[in-house]
Protein backbone atom coordinates (compact mmCIF):
# COMPACT_ATOMS: atom_id res chain seq x y z
CA UNK A 1 0.00 0.00 0.00
CA UNK A 2 1.74 3.54 -0.60
CA UNK A 3 2.47 6.01 1.90
CA UNK A 4 0.31 9.29 1.67
CA UNK A 5 0.76 11.85 4.36
CA UNK A 6 -2.65 14.59 4.27
CA UNK A 7 -1.94 17.40 7.02
CA UNK A 8 -3.46 20.87 6.94
CA UNK A 9 -4.11 23.93 9.27
CA UNK A 10 -6.80 26.35 9.50
CA UNK A 11 -5.65 29.87 8.20
CA UNK A 12 -6.64 31.96 10.90
CA UNK A 13 -3.37 33.56 11.39
CA UNK A 14 0.62 33.41 10.79
CA UNK A 15 1.91 30.21 12.43
CA UNK A 16 3.76 30.45 15.51
CA UNK A 17 6.40 27.99 17.36
CA UNK A 18 3.66 25.56 18.95
CA UNK A 19 2.46 24.90 15.34
CA UNK A 20 6.33 24.09 14.87
CA UNK A 21 6.85 21.90 17.28
CA UNK A 22 3.69 19.96 17.77
CA UNK A 23 3.45 19.48 13.76
CA UNK A 24 5.52 21.50 10.76
CA UNK A 25 9.14 20.51 12.03
CA UNK A 26 7.88 16.68 11.85
CA UNK A 27 6.48 17.72 8.33
CA UNK A 28 9.59 18.40 6.78
CA UNK A 29 11.32 15.53 8.25
CA UNK A 30 9.08 12.98 6.96
CA UNK A 31 8.72 15.04 3.42
CA UNK A 32 12.88 15.12 3.25
CA UNK A 33 13.05 11.23 4.27
CA UNK A 34 11.48 10.17 1.24
CA UNK A 35 9.73 7.63 2.82
CA UNK A 36 6.25 8.72 1.53
CA UNK A 37 4.72 8.34 -1.43
CA UNK A 38 2.56 11.15 -1.62
CA UNK A 39 2.17 14.54 0.40
CA UNK A 40 -0.99 16.63 0.74
CA UNK A 41 -0.34 19.90 2.45
CA UNK A 42 -4.06 21.51 2.83
CA UNK A 43 -4.93 25.16 3.77
CA UNK A 44 -7.61 24.33 5.87
CA UNK A 45 -9.82 27.53 4.33
CA UNK A 46 -13.85 25.79 4.67
CA UNK A 47 -12.97 24.37 8.15
CA UNK A 48 -11.51 28.08 9.64
CA UNK A 49 -14.78 29.52 7.76
CA UNK A 50 -17.08 27.15 10.13
CA UNK A 51 -16.17 29.78 13.10
CA UNK A 52 -15.39 32.14 10.74
CA UNK A 53 -18.04 32.74 8.87
CA UNK A 54 -18.79 36.15 9.22
CA UNK A 55 -15.32 37.32 8.93
CA UNK A 56 -14.11 35.95 5.29
CA UNK A 57 -11.60 38.39 4.73
CA UNK A 58 -9.68 37.26 7.51
CA UNK A 59 -9.72 33.45 6.47
CA UNK A 60 -8.45 35.05 2.70
CA UNK A 61 -5.15 37.36 4.10
CA UNK A 62 -4.09 34.74 5.82
CA UNK A 63 -4.14 31.70 3.31
CA UNK A 64 -0.79 33.55 1.94
CA UNK A 65 0.49 33.71 5.45
CA UNK A 66 0.17 29.88 6.00
CA UNK A 67 1.29 29.26 2.61
CA UNK A 68 4.81 31.96 3.24
CA UNK A 69 5.03 29.75 6.66
CA UNK A 70 4.88 26.28 5.15
CA UNK A 71 7.33 27.33 2.53
CA UNK A 72 9.77 28.98 5.19
CA UNK A 73 9.87 25.59 6.98
CA UNK A 74 11.23 23.94 4.28
CA UNK A 75 7.86 22.19 2.67
CA UNK A 76 8.83 22.12 -0.94
CA UNK A 77 6.44 22.51 -3.56
CA UNK A 78 8.72 19.99 -5.86
CA UNK A 79 8.05 16.62 -2.62
CA UNK A 80 4.84 17.96 -1.39
CA UNK A 81 1.63 18.80 -2.97
CA UNK A 82 0.23 22.27 -0.68
CA UNK A 83 -3.23 23.26 -1.59
CA UNK A 84 -6.56 25.04 -0.82
CA UNK A 85 -8.78 22.87 0.88
CA UNK A 86 -12.04 25.34 -0.69
CA UNK A 87 -11.07 24.45 -4.20
CA UNK A 88 -11.75 20.94 -4.01
CA UNK A 89 -15.37 20.00 -4.29
CA UNK A 90 -14.67 16.93 -3.87
CA UNK A 91 -14.02 17.19 0.00
CA UNK A 92 -17.61 18.77 0.49
CA UNK A 93 -19.32 15.84 -1.41
CA UNK A 94 -18.04 13.44 0.40
CA UNK A 95 -18.62 15.41 3.78
CA UNK A 96 -22.21 15.23 2.85
CA UNK A 97 -22.28 11.10 1.76
CA UNK A 98 -20.49 10.90 5.29
CA UNK A 99 -22.59 12.62 7.50
CA UNK A 100 -25.00 10.03 7.43
CA UNK A 101 -22.40 7.54 9.10
CA UNK A 102 -22.20 9.90 11.96
CA UNK A 103 -24.76 10.34 14.66
CA UNK A 104 -25.39 13.87 16.55
CA UNK A 105 -24.53 12.07 19.85
CA UNK A 106 -20.74 11.26 18.48
CA UNK A 107 -20.29 14.16 17.28
CA UNK A 108 -21.21 15.83 20.61
CA UNK A 109 -18.69 13.68 22.64
CA UNK A 110 -15.57 14.66 20.32
CA UNK A 111 -13.62 16.45 23.05
CA UNK A 112 -11.85 18.62 20.81
CA UNK A 113 -15.44 20.23 19.72
CA UNK A 114 -16.36 20.72 23.03
CA UNK A 115 -14.30 22.72 24.40
CA UNK A 116 -14.18 24.70 21.48
CA UNK A 117 -17.69 24.97 21.70
CA UNK A 118 -16.66 26.60 25.18
CA UNK A 119 -14.42 28.85 24.17
CA UNK A 120 -16.45 30.02 21.34
CA UNK A 121 -19.72 30.23 23.53
CA UNK A 122 -21.14 28.51 20.69
CA UNK A 123 -23.22 26.92 23.69
CA UNK A 124 -27.22 27.71 23.35
CA UNK A 125 -26.63 28.01 19.59
CA UNK A 126 -23.77 25.89 17.42
CA UNK A 127 -23.86 26.13 14.30
CA UNK A 128 -24.37 22.83 12.21
CA UNK A 129 -21.11 23.46 9.80
CA UNK A 130 -18.76 24.01 12.81
CA UNK A 131 -20.89 21.10 14.59
CA UNK A 132 -20.08 18.39 12.01
CA UNK A 133 -16.36 19.56 11.07
CA UNK A 134 -14.88 16.87 12.21
CA UNK A 135 -16.84 14.65 9.55
CA UNK A 136 -15.51 17.29 6.94
CA UNK A 137 -11.61 16.23 8.76
CA UNK A 138 -12.97 12.70 7.76
CA UNK A 139 -13.29 13.93 3.77
CA UNK A 140 -10.08 15.37 3.82
CA UNK A 141 -7.67 12.92 5.09
CA UNK A 142 -9.76 10.22 3.48
CA UNK A 143 -10.06 11.63 0.06
CA UNK A 144 -6.45 11.67 -0.35
CA UNK A 145 -6.37 7.44 1.12
CA UNK A 146 -3.93 9.08 3.49
CA UNK A 147 -2.05 6.42 6.11
CA UNK A 148 -0.54 9.19 8.04
CA UNK A 149 -2.06 12.59 9.81
CA UNK A 150 1.24 14.18 11.49
CA UNK A 151 -0.74 16.61 13.92
CA UNK A 152 -0.70 18.04 17.19
CA UNK A 153 -2.84 16.24 19.95
CA UNK A 154 -5.92 18.21 20.04
CA UNK A 155 -6.43 16.51 16.72
CA UNK A 156 -6.63 13.18 17.72
CA UNK A 157 -10.33 12.53 18.26
CA UNK A 158 -10.43 13.90 14.86
CA UNK A 159 -8.40 11.09 13.74
CA UNK A 160 -10.01 8.55 15.55
CA UNK A 161 -13.82 10.06 14.43
CA UNK A 162 -12.25 9.61 11.11
CA UNK A 163 -11.10 5.71 11.33
CA UNK A 164 -14.71 5.00 13.11
CA UNK A 165 -16.32 6.65 9.38
CA UNK A 166 -13.54 4.63 7.73
CA UNK A 167 -14.75 1.46 8.94
CA UNK A 168 -18.13 2.05 8.91
CA UNK A 169 -18.37 3.11 5.01
CA UNK A 170 -16.02 0.05 4.49
CA UNK A 171 -18.66 -2.26 6.15
CA UNK A 172 -21.36 -0.89 4.34
CA UNK A 173 -20.29 -0.25 0.64
CA UNK A 174 -17.03 -2.12 0.65
CA UNK A 175 -13.47 -1.85 1.02
CA UNK A 176 -12.60 1.63 -0.59
CA UNK A 177 -11.74 3.67 2.23
CA UNK A 178 -7.93 3.59 4.20
CA UNK A 179 -7.86 4.15 8.01
CA UNK A 180 -5.26 6.55 8.60
CA UNK A 181 -2.75 6.77 11.53
CA UNK A 182 -2.35 9.75 13.67
CA UNK A 183 1.58 10.67 14.15
CA UNK A 184 2.18 12.64 17.36
CA UNK A 185 5.14 14.66 18.21
CA UNK A 186 6.82 12.08 20.69
CA UNK A 187 7.60 14.75 23.27
CA UNK A 188 5.49 16.35 26.05
CA UNK A 189 6.51 19.61 25.06
CA UNK A 190 6.26 19.56 21.42
CA UNK A 191 2.88 18.10 22.53
CA UNK A 192 1.79 21.00 23.97
CA UNK A 193 4.55 24.39 23.79
CA UNK A 194 2.51 26.81 26.39
CA UNK A 195 2.19 30.47 25.12
CA UNK A 196 5.14 32.73 26.92
CA UNK A 197 3.02 33.65 29.57
CA UNK A 198 3.71 29.39 30.70
CA UNK A 199 -0.01 29.23 31.55
CA UNK A 200 -2.40 27.97 28.47
CA UNK A 201 -1.63 26.75 25.31
CA UNK A 202 0.08 29.43 22.80
CA UNK A 203 -2.78 31.30 20.70
CA UNK A 204 -3.40 34.24 18.96
CA UNK A 205 -6.08 35.36 20.77
CA UNK A 206 -4.79 35.06 24.25
CA UNK A 207 -1.74 37.19 22.98
CA UNK A 208 1.22 34.98 23.80
CA UNK A 209 2.67 33.47 20.93
CA UNK A 210 6.20 33.35 19.44
CA UNK A 211 5.58 33.81 15.22
CA UNK A 212 7.82 32.26 13.00
CA UNK A 213 7.60 35.19 11.21
CA UNK A 214 8.52 37.33 14.40
CA UNK A 215 11.80 39.72 13.89
CA UNK A 216 14.85 38.63 15.92
CA UNK A 217 13.96 41.35 18.29
CA UNK A 218 10.56 40.32 18.97
CA UNK A 219 11.88 37.23 19.70
CA UNK A 220 14.28 37.93 21.88
CA UNK A 221 11.63 40.60 23.92
CA UNK A 222 9.32 37.30 24.11
CA UNK A 223 11.85 35.28 25.23
CA UNK A 224 13.18 37.67 27.96
CA UNK A 225 9.75 38.29 29.50
CA UNK A 226 8.56 34.61 29.77
CA UNK A 227 6.70 32.87 32.60
CA UNK A 228 9.42 31.20 34.37
CA UNK A 229 8.82 30.26 38.44
CA UNK A 230 7.37 32.83 40.48
CA UNK A 231 8.73 31.37 43.81
CA UNK A 232 12.19 31.89 42.15
CA UNK A 233 12.74 35.08 43.63
CA UNK A 234 16.34 35.34 44.31
CA UNK A 235 18.87 33.50 42.35
CA UNK A 236 20.25 31.68 45.26
CA UNK A 237 16.59 30.36 45.84
CA UNK A 238 16.01 26.97 44.73
CA UNK A 239 13.74 26.98 41.04
CA UNK A 240 11.24 24.88 39.90
CA UNK A 241 11.65 23.68 36.27
CA UNK A 242 7.83 21.72 35.90
CA UNK A 243 5.40 24.54 34.61
CA UNK A 244 8.90 26.89 33.89
CA UNK A 245 8.02 28.09 30.38
CA UNK A 246 11.52 28.54 29.62
CA UNK A 247 12.31 25.13 30.61
CA UNK A 248 9.36 23.53 28.66
CA UNK A 249 11.28 25.54 25.21
CA UNK A 250 14.09 24.24 25.98
CA UNK A 251 12.39 20.07 26.45
CA UNK A 252 11.26 21.03 22.84
CA UNK A 253 13.73 23.29 21.10
CA UNK A 254 17.39 22.39 22.79
CA UNK A 255 19.35 19.35 22.00
CA UNK A 256 23.63 18.61 23.56
CA UNK A 257 25.07 20.51 20.45
CA UNK A 258 23.44 23.89 21.39
CA UNK A 259 25.18 23.40 24.93
CA UNK A 260 28.40 22.98 23.40
CA UNK A 261 27.80 26.11 21.34
CA UNK A 262 26.14 28.71 23.87
CA UNK A 263 26.67 27.38 27.33
CA UNK A 264 29.54 24.97 27.69
CA UNK A 265 29.86 24.80 31.53
CA UNK A 266 26.16 22.20 31.21
CA UNK A 267 26.44 19.23 28.69
CA UNK A 268 22.87 19.10 28.67
CA UNK A 269 19.65 19.67 29.58
CA UNK A 270 19.32 17.85 32.49
CA UNK A 271 22.60 19.22 34.09
CA UNK A 272 20.99 22.59 33.46
CA UNK A 273 17.79 21.59 34.78
CA UNK A 274 19.59 20.10 38.36
CA UNK A 275 21.34 23.61 38.91
CA UNK A 276 18.29 25.39 38.69
CA UNK A 277 16.61 23.26 41.21
CA UNK A 278 19.15 23.26 43.54
CA UNK A 279 19.71 27.15 43.02
CA UNK A 280 21.96 29.61 42.33
CA UNK A 281 21.31 29.43 38.99
CA UNK A 282 19.25 33.00 37.49
CA UNK A 283 16.82 33.37 35.11
CA UNK A 284 18.61 35.71 32.80
CA UNK A 285 20.90 33.28 31.74
CA UNK A 286 18.30 30.34 31.17
CA UNK A 287 16.60 32.90 28.86
CA UNK A 288 19.55 34.11 26.89
CA UNK A 289 20.31 30.46 26.17
CA UNK A 290 16.45 29.58 25.13
CA UNK A 291 17.10 32.94 23.41
CA UNK A 292 20.09 31.72 20.57
CA UNK A 293 18.67 28.23 20.75
CA UNK A 294 15.35 29.65 19.17
CA UNK A 295 17.49 32.02 16.96
CA UNK A 296 19.28 29.58 15.64
CA UNK A 297 16.17 27.62 14.74
CA UNK A 298 14.28 30.07 13.31
CA UNK A 299 16.89 32.49 11.47
CA UNK A 300 16.45 30.30 8.35
CA UNK A 301 12.96 29.96 8.67
CA UNK A 302 12.65 34.01 8.52
CA UNK A 303 15.13 33.94 5.63
CA UNK A 304 13.45 31.86 3.41
CA UNK A 305 10.59 33.54 4.62
CA UNK A 306 11.89 36.85 3.15
CA UNK A 307 12.87 35.40 -0.40
CA UNK A 308 9.27 33.86 -0.52
CA UNK A 309 7.71 37.24 0.30
CA UNK A 310 9.35 38.71 -3.07
CA UNK A 311 7.24 36.57 -5.05
CA UNK A 312 3.34 36.60 -4.00
CA UNK A 313 2.19 35.52 -7.29
CA UNK A 314 4.65 32.67 -7.51
CA UNK A 315 3.54 31.23 -4.07
CA UNK A 316 0.14 32.14 -5.09
CA UNK A 317 0.63 29.96 -8.34
CA UNK A 318 1.95 27.03 -6.35
CA UNK A 319 -1.34 27.19 -4.27
CA UNK A 320 -3.09 26.65 -7.37
CA UNK A 321 -1.06 24.08 -9.03
CA UNK A 322 -0.94 22.19 -6.05
CA UNK A 323 -5.00 22.47 -5.64
CA UNK A 324 -5.71 20.99 -9.70
CA UNK A 325 -2.97 18.38 -8.29
CA UNK A 326 -4.84 17.32 -4.92
CA UNK A 327 -8.41 17.43 -6.89
CA UNK A 328 -7.17 14.85 -9.81
CA UNK A 329 -6.56 12.54 -6.71
CA UNK A 330 -9.89 13.69 -4.84
CA UNK A 331 -12.07 13.04 -7.76
CA UNK A 332 -10.34 9.34 -8.08
CA UNK A 333 -12.02 8.49 -4.89
CA UNK A 334 -15.04 9.97 -5.31
CA UNK A 335 -15.97 7.98 -8.01
CA UNK A 336 -14.89 4.83 -6.07
CA UNK A 337 -17.06 6.13 -3.54
CA UNK A 338 -19.78 6.69 -5.91
CA UNK A 339 -19.49 3.03 -7.42
CA UNK A 340 -19.34 1.70 -4.11
CA UNK A 341 -22.57 3.61 -3.31
CA UNK A 342 -24.54 2.92 -6.27
CA UNK A 343 -24.37 6.70 -7.26
CA UNK A 344 -23.13 5.34 -11.00
CA UNK A 345 -26.47 5.81 -13.24
CA UNK A 346 -25.10 6.76 -16.63
CA UNK A 347 -22.45 4.60 -16.83
CA UNK A 348 -23.63 1.14 -15.61
CA UNK A 349 -24.76 -0.46 -19.00
CA UNK A 350 -25.74 -3.81 -16.58
CA UNK A 351 -28.10 -0.97 -14.75
CA UNK A 352 -29.74 0.52 -17.31
CA UNK A 353 -30.25 -3.22 -19.73
CA UNK A 354 -31.67 -4.74 -16.33
CA UNK A 355 -34.06 -1.33 -15.89
CA UNK A 356 -35.64 -1.66 -19.35
CA UNK A 357 -35.94 -5.63 -19.24
CA UNK A 358 -38.10 -5.12 -16.38
CA UNK A 359 -40.57 -2.59 -18.41
CA UNK A 360 -40.55 -4.93 -21.69
CA UNK A 361 -41.53 -7.50 -19.74
CA UNK A 362 -44.56 -5.57 -18.18
CA UNK A 363 -45.54 -4.64 -22.02
CA UNK A 364 -45.11 -8.21 -23.39
N1 LIG B 1 -8.33 20.84 12.20
C1 LIG B 1 -7.02 21.20 11.75
C2 LIG B 1 -6.58 22.44 12.57
O1 LIG B 1 -7.37 23.00 13.27
C3 LIG B 1 -6.96 21.54 10.29
C4 LIG B 1 -7.37 20.39 9.41
C5 LIG B 1 -8.44 20.35 8.58
C6 LIG B 1 -6.72 19.13 9.29
N2 LIG B 1 -8.52 19.18 7.93
C7 LIG B 1 -7.47 18.40 8.33
C8 LIG B 1 -5.60 18.56 9.89
C9 LIG B 1 -7.12 17.09 7.99
C10 LIG B 1 -5.25 17.25 9.53
C11 LIG B 1 -6.02 16.52 8.59
O2 LIG B 1 -5.46 22.86 12.47
Known amino acids: MEKIILTGDR ?20 QNSGEFDKIFIMVADAQALTDNFENPEKVRQNIIEVALDYLSCGLDPAKSTLFIQSQIPELTELTFFYSNLVTVSRLQRNPTVKT ?16 TYPISQAADITAFKATCVPVGEDQLPMIEQTREIVRKFNSIYGEVLVEPDVLLPD ?25 LSDTEADVRTKVMSMY ?32 EE ?11 KEHYTRGGLGDVKIKKFLNNVLQEELAP ?18 LKRGSEVAREHAAATMAEV ?18 SEKYHKVED
Open 11 to 30: PTGRLHVGHYVGSLRRRVQL
Open 187 to 211: NQACMRLPGIDGKQKMSKSLGNCIY
Open 228 to 259: TDPTHIQITDPGHVEGNCVFTYLDAFSNNGHF
Open 116 to 131: EIKMRNFETSIPVGFF
Open 262 to 272: YLPDYHNLDEL
Open 338 to 355: KSAMKINYFDDAELIRMQ
Open 301 to 318: IRARRAEFEKDIPMVYDI
